[in-house]
């Protein structure tokens, strides 16, 4: 018995980072491709980074609201299969785009698409793992395939695709694997997690401000809203500029650029599987902590590198392993943290932070900025926001189940003091 649910638990993980990586396609497409967007539809700093935000605030709301429609109805699998069908088609829909206006319109469906699927995926991948390692588990799941799809294969293939037929064919391919994965889901998971139908009870069916309110009193789960807005800005920031800062700046070559880029899925999977690994062993926070305040090395090492790729590619290398917290401030923290029966509205509202701050608010003012001062000064805000990351986590409270002496069948719901 305990072999099958292993066994269910790695299918499960296997799928669930394959959706994560697609998801992460189709979202950074249009990151990767932005210097052909933008040399074809002719557009601004600002219309760069009001495209990112589009895409995030449709995340954002639909990321806590669907959250909380999982948690109350227990759909999450029909949720989860309807969002991979839906995303995949309308990355497809961005190659269509004839300017802005139409491009902004597919970026906006495809995050509405798009919201449920991280909060859904970790919900579930908590439900499903070992106490033992639930960190493990749920930073791969989230960082593997987003970044070896995603972060590292993504900017390659985009970018060869781009150059050899158009940024528009490499839209249209972004939506193939997708549509294959969502049958593969259908067909796997179970209909109705049992752990998650023992674990709903009555605060399943609250409203949705009475569940938010009640959520905002857990200090684990208010500090990781914060942190993760304001971390996700630190990258969103990065992902939405530095293509454009390579390339206008440094000098670099398109393609070279994607090579760049491509760095960072190497340091997304690395550190996604090492820092909530080692969470695991030694605790959430000094691990968050620690690794917030290394968020500073990143830009500063890009400012100051000469412009070769192969310095600029070791400093986002080593600069973005810091993205493995990921999962632990926008999954387990808040998983360990939230009461029974609103653990996908705690991972949601997180995520929706995580959007609204990081992929709404920052990316619009960033381009402010990068027409104003310089592309130079996206960076420097990426500096800071690190900093207040760092200072953030030191009011987290410990979560994980060794550090806390936590016997492994009491639950999600490890740390809930207000």
């Known amino acids: ?66 959250g909380r429609v999982a948690d109350a109805t227990g759909k999450r699998k029909l949720i989860l299969v309807l969002a991979t069908i839906l995303f995949s088609l309308f990355s497809g829909l961005s190659g269509l785009a004839a300017g802005f206006g139409a491009l902004l319109i597919a970026r906006l469906l495809l995050g509405l698409a798009e919201g449920p699927m991280v909060p859904l995926s970790q919900a579930i991948m908590a439900d499903e793992s070992n106490p033992a390692r639930r960190g493990f588990n749920m930073g791969l799941m989230q960082m593997a395939g987003a970044f070896l799809i995603g972060g590292m294969a993504g900017p390659v293939i985009a970018t060869m695709v781009a150059d050899a037929y158009g940024w528009r064919a490499a839209f249209f391919l972004s939506a193939l694997p997708g549509l294959m ?14 752990r998650a139908r023992r674990l ?9 401000g009475q569940a938010v309110a009640l959520l905002w009193k857990v200090r684990n789960v208010r500090i990781s ?31 070279t650029m994607g090579w760049v880029i491509g760095m960072g899925g190497i340091a997304g999977v690395v550190g996604g599987l090492a820092l909530p690994a080692l969470s695991d062993r030694i605790g959430r926070k000094p691990v968050i902590t620690v690794a917030c305040f290394l968020g500073i090395a990143a830009p500063l090492m890009i400012l100051a590198l000469p412009p070769a790729p192969v310095p600029l590619g070791l400093a986002v290398l080593f600069g973005w392993l810091v993205i493995g917290i990921a999962p632990l401030y926008c999954g387990v923290i808040p998983s360990e943290s939230a009461p029974a029966g609103l653990v996908t509205s705690a991972i949601g509202l997180c995520m929706g932070s995580g959007e609204l701050i990081g992929g709404v608010i920052a990316p619009s003012i960033a381009g402010r900025a990068a027409d104003m001062f310089g592309l130079e000064s996206t960076l420097w805000i990426c500096v800071g926001l690190a900093v207040l990351c760092g200072l953030l986590c030191l009011w987290l409270e410990e979560s994980a189940p060794a550090a806390c002496r936590a016997e492994p069948d009491q639950g999600l719901s490890i740390t809930s003091t207000p």
């Open 181 to 194: 994965l969502a049958v593969a889901l259908y067909l796997f998971m179970r209909r109705d997690p049992p």
């Open 1 to 66: 018995m305990a072999r099958g649910r292993f066994g269910y638990e790695t299918g499960l993980l296997i799928l669930l980072s394959l959706a994560n990586g697609f998801v992460a396609l189709d979202r950074l497409s249009a990151t990767f491709l932005s210097p052909y967007i933008v040399a074809d539809l002719k557009l601004s700093n600002t219309q760069l980074g009001l495209l990112a935000a589009a895409l995030s605030i449709a995340v954002a709301v639909s990321s806590v609201l669907l």
């Open 225 to 255: 809203i914060l942190i993760a807005g304001f971390f996700s800005a630190w990258l969103m920031v990065q992902n939405v500029f530095l293509p454009v800062y390579l390339t206008q700046v440094k000098g670099l070559a398109p393609s």
């Open 200 to 208: 709903a009870g009555e605060r399943a069916v609250l409203p949705f």
